[in-house]
């Protein structure tokens, strides 16, 4: 690789580190702040019609009113005592912002009847949620119904009406209150005060800053220990977790850096839910860089042991199932995270196991197919095979299918289901090569002739630098027809077909010099027509 493009891949990784960096700043930070917590499920009625008198329907014009700011209608639907009537508005307005900023509400798990929950054991209110005040207090939110306002209506009972300013006062960090301009003080998008959007601008270099500095300081001392090994492994290490220790550190640093911003809790759920998230990315990160380095470390030891082929062909291949199964793991932990029930998917994929299997069994046969052949060593990348019909180079072993380049330089791909069926003949596992051939003599060749050519053919095969001497065989096999056969049998021990094939021409030329020095020929396929006449047997002029 160039050195300009590997800058290049270094620049991309550290703009991908920022970006996770910034939707770190955009999530984290209210996991720790008090908020009201939601304990009831979603509710509904079988016919999903919600009574215009109902808790529901009561809450929905409240907010409905509150956006449209018209804080005295929406005071209707609180329980002032006589005595603050004149500050209802008031009160109905910082109940909204404080619903806003403690309260992530959905109002759907409020009751769609008239007479509210029946099954909460409290026949005159309805328990909306509770807030986790300042001292660790938690004030529950109740509705109480008033049956006797025009229209009837569910409304926030006076009890919680009363702990409105309480609430109020301690949102968006109090301290800071009076030492704003009041236009910082406004909410912005998000139910976010325009005073934090600002906070979360200037967080974003701190967090950044802080993720190099840690990460520098702790890798700088770690490279002192490591360079006192003797290994080159811990080094490797360091290098390659550089990246997700960075996320990591900047995910930990996140929580306190913001803690003084005190955003809102309707993003509680998702800042929780990614905090986690970015946390578990930057382990699932680290196990990806560890898989690619052990896999690197495997082929180079493989290699220097001189199986180079061996590690092209079962490394890379385990490293994909390590990935494929890490992925799977990973998925399923941020479908958790953001609130999918995993247990039920997990549940429902054994309830479906048949139709599943059904449909990937020939996926699930050529995965198991490439682990068979890994295991059994069948071939390697770059190993002659025949497997069946086909006949070629190994070019690539996948986790579905073998490619295999021909003679005719065509790319065949099996898959290894399949192909861990066939008949597999590989040709890089010899440790010595085949020569067979048989030599067709005349018949006018003596016996005395035959055993000198047998000699001569013995000691050139012996004499070769590359023979087996353990077996070498020249032998008188049969008569056939036309030609006495002498068959001829040698290894030699080489497992370069090439060179096997110059070593196989020079023989076969020696071989038929040597018949020629004999007196002797190749025979060819022949027959001789006998006429029989009145005067005896007489061989015709012709033959076949």
Known sequence: MRPHTTNRLRRFIRLAAVACLSCVVASIGLAQFPKLSVSKPTVDTPSGVVAPDSPRASIQ??????????????????????????????????????????????????????????????RDADRVGSITSVGGREDVIRLVRM????????????????????????LGAPWLRDRLPPALMREGPWHVFYWQWIGLALA?????????????????????????????????????LR???????????????????????????????????????????????????????????????????????????????????????AVLVALSQFGYPVGTLLAGLGIGGIAVALAGQKTVEHLFGSISLAADHAFRVGDWVRAGTTEGSI?????????????????????????????????????????????????????????????EIEALLRAHPKIWPEAVR???????????????????????????????????????????????????PSRTVYHVTQDGIAPAHGSD
């Not at 974003?204 to 840690?214: G, I, K, S």
């Open 204 to 240: 974003l270099p701190v967090l950044v800053l802080v993720a190099w500095l840690v990460g520098g300081l702790l890798r700088s001392v770690l490279t002192r220990v490591a360079e006192r090994t003797a290994t080159q492994w811990d080094d490797l290490l360091l290098t390659h």
């Open 395 to 455: 070019e690539r072993i996948g986790l579905r299918s073998t490619s295999f380049r021909t003679n005719d330089r065509t790319v065949v791909r099996i898959p290894n289901g399949r192909l861990a069926d066939e008949r597999i003949e590989t040709f890089g596992e010899r440790d010595r090569m085949f020569l067979k051939t048989d030599l067709d003599l005349t018949y006018g060749t003596s016996a005395t002739q035959i055993d000198q050519m047998r000699d």
């Open 474 to 524: 020249v032998h008188v096999v049969a008569l056939t027809d036309s030609a006495i056969r002498m068959r001829v049998m040698a290894w030699f021990e080489t497992r370069d077909h090439p060179e096997f094939l110059g070593i196989r021409h020079r023989m076969l030329l020696d071989f038929l010099r040597i018949v020629e020095r004999n007196g002797s020929n190749v025979a060819f």
């Open 243 to 329: 990246g997700p220790f960075r996320l990591w550190v900047a995910a930990v640093a996140a929580t306190p850096v913001l803690a003084v911003l005190e955003l809102n809790a309707r993003l509680a759920a998702f800042v929780d839910s990614t905090t986690r998230g970015l946390v578990l990315l930057a382990l699932f990160w680290a196990a990806l860089r560890v898989i690619h380095l052990v896999q690197l470390r495997f082929e180079n030891a493989v290699w220097v042991s001189g199986d180079s082929q061996q590690a092209r062909t079962l490394v890379p291949l385990l490293g994909n199932i390590l990935r494929v199964s890490l992925g799977i793991i």
């Open 147 to 170: 049956p006797s306002a025009v229209p009837p209506r569910w409304v926030f009972a006076q009890a919680s009406v009363g702990r409105v300013e309480v609430w109020y006062d301690n």
């Open 61 to 122: 014009e409240f907010l409905r009113l509150a956006n449209a700011n018209a804080w005295t209608a929406a005071a209707e639907y609180l329980e002032v005592p006589s005595a603050e009537r004149g500050n209802a508005a008031l009160l109905a307005k910082h109940l909204k912002v404080v619903l806003d900023q403690r309260l992530a509400l959905d109002v759907r798990s409020l009751s769609p009847l008239s007479v509210g929950d029946t099954t909460d054991g409290d």
